[in-house]
């Protein structure tokens, strides 16, 4: 980038240079006695700048657009409060909550007792659309029904406001929002009409107000969305094969903040809060995690993460990620405030986060919640939403 950089200021300062020469036969022209016979002589030797001017002129568009491709895949700065490393191993555990429960029997992993019940059917969602698809039936719909307006009721007691998306978007709000040209490959397209179906409802969200000016009394923006997700990239080969935690579709209920820059901290620890709640009154063990450097997505500063414990498998696996993005995204979509009429706009900072993931909820309830002859018993705060009590 910088070889790049230095080579647009070279070719902008050689055509400028070029034409300086050219005015200057010119006056020379406009000088002398004979200007006929001056112009006649020096015709060649201007005609030859306009030449250089042109070549050097159509040199900047191309190292420009070379420089703005790679420009595009620096990733966000890193806040200087985030540990540094280089993978998972490195993350911080910031608080837990919840003990895991001490089964009095060999605890089955969720696919086992949701196809056992008969509420997943992933046999036959691999006859209809292929492998990582799942078809949820009679309870285990009613119950992902029941989180998903479980989800947007608490966001929405929360002060955020609900919102229903499109979910194809266009290249340019996949592009504002971070996720090409990085992820393009992840992403399900339709190339005739150039759109992309959504990996997450932050990308709309985010982009919601893009290229406007907002006031200081609309922020901070909250905005809450259900939607399904569509990623082509379901992890590493071979990993979570069986199971709802890596699907190509899935469903989840988005979170998203625009704050002012000063606000960003405290709007990501705000965030991450109305997050763990969910988990909280699901009674459903987690942890949140700060991620190190290495392991901070693309358009994320600073992250946490929170882990819902998976009994089949004695460990903590992600079901929400609640990014600060600064003023990364903000910049691309180009959302910007005024502190009063007449100050100068600023960028806004966006953050993100799940509120919560569907699926991965609900697997995680399945696990947590089995007993011993292979029903499980729905969460108290579930009740009410699913009109009963246990699966099975």
Same mark, same amino acid.
């Given at each position: ?10 070719? =902008?300062?050689? %055509?400028e240079?070029?034409k ?9 022209? *406009? @000088?002398? &006695? ?11 030797e201007?005609?030859?700048?306009d030449?250089?001017?042109?070549e ?14 790679l420009l595009?895949?620096v990733?966000?700065l890193?806040?200087?409060?985030i ?5 998972s191993d ?6 837990s ?5 001490d089964?009095?029997?060999?605890p ?6 949701g196809?056992?019940l008969g509420?997943?059917d ?15 039936r009679?309870?285990?719909a009613?119950?992902?029904?029941a989180?998903?307006?479980?989800? =947007?009721?608490? %966001? ?6 609900e ?6 978007? *266009? @290249?340019? &709000? ?30 709309p969200?985010?982009?919601?107000h ?6 200081i ?28 935690v ?5 469903e989840?209920?988005?979170l998203?903040?625009?704050?002012t820059?000063e606000?960003?901290s ?14 909280q ?11 190190c ?7 994320a ?19 929400s990620?609640?990014s ?6 903000a910049r691309?979509?180009?959302i910007?405030f ?12 966006t ?9 991965r ?5 399945l ?6 002859d292979?029903?499980?018993?729905v ?10 009590k246990?699966?099975?």
């Amino acid at each position: 980038m910088l070889t790049l950089d230095v080579e647009r200021r070279a070719a =902008l300062t050689e %055509a400028e240079r070029l034409k300086a020469e050219k005015n200057g036969l010119t006056q020379q022209i *406009s @000088r002398a &006695t004979d200007r006929a016979a001056e112009a006649a002589r020096l015709k060649p030797e201007i005609a030859a700048l306009d030449e250089q001017i042109v070549e050097a002129n159509a040199r900047v568009p191309l190292v420009e657009e070379r420089l703005n491709e790679l420009l595009a895949d620096v990733p966000n700065l890193p806040d200087p409060s985030i540990p540094d490393g280089t993978g998972s191993d490195d993350n911080v555990e910031v608080r837990s909550w919840g003990k895991p429960a001490d089964f009095a029997f060999e605890p089955k992993p969720h696919y086992e007792l949701g196809e056992a019940l008969g509420i997943l059917d992933f046999e036959r969602a691999t006859k209809l659309s292929g492998s990582r698809f799942v078809v949820l039936r009679g309870k285990g719909a009613q119950l992902s029904r029941a989180l998903i307006n479980f989800f =947007l009721d608490r %966001a929405s007691g929360a002060g955020y406001t609900e919102v229903v998306p499109p979910f194809l978007v *266009s @290249r340019d &709000t996949m592009w504002a929002t971070g996720q090409l040209s990085k992820f393009a490959d992840a992403m399900f397209s339709d190339p005739d009409a150039d759109l992309f179906l959504i990996p997450t409802s932050e990308v709309p969200l985010t982009a919601f107000h893009r290229d406007e000016i907002l006031s200081i009394d609309q922020l901070p923006a909250r905005y809450t969305a259900y939607s399904p997700c569509f990623r082509k990239e379901a992890g590493a080969a071979g990993k979570d094969t069986r199971g709802m935690v890596r699907l190509h579709q899935f469903e989840k209920v988005e979170l998203v903040r625009l704050c002012t820059p000063e606000d960003g901290s405290s709007n990501l620890e705000r965030l991450t809060a109305d997050a763990e709640a969910l988990l909280q009154e699901l009674e459903l063990p987690h942890r949140v995690m700060l991620l190190c450097a290495g392991d901070t997505g693309f358009n994320a500063a600073k992250t946490y993460d929170l882990e819902v414990w998976v009994p089949s498998q004695s460990m903590y696996r992600e079901i929400s990620s609640c990014s600060l993005c600064t003023d990364f995204q903000a910049r691309r979509s180009n959302i910007r405030f005024r502190r009063d009429a007449k100050a100068k706009p600023e960028f806004v900072n966006t953050l993100n986060g799940s509120g919560l993931a569907v699926g991965r909820t609900l697997l995680a309830i399945l696990e947590n919640y089995q007993q011993a002859d292979g029903t499980v018993r729905v969460p108290e705060a579930l009740v009410k939403y699913t009109g009963f009590k246990t699966i099975g």
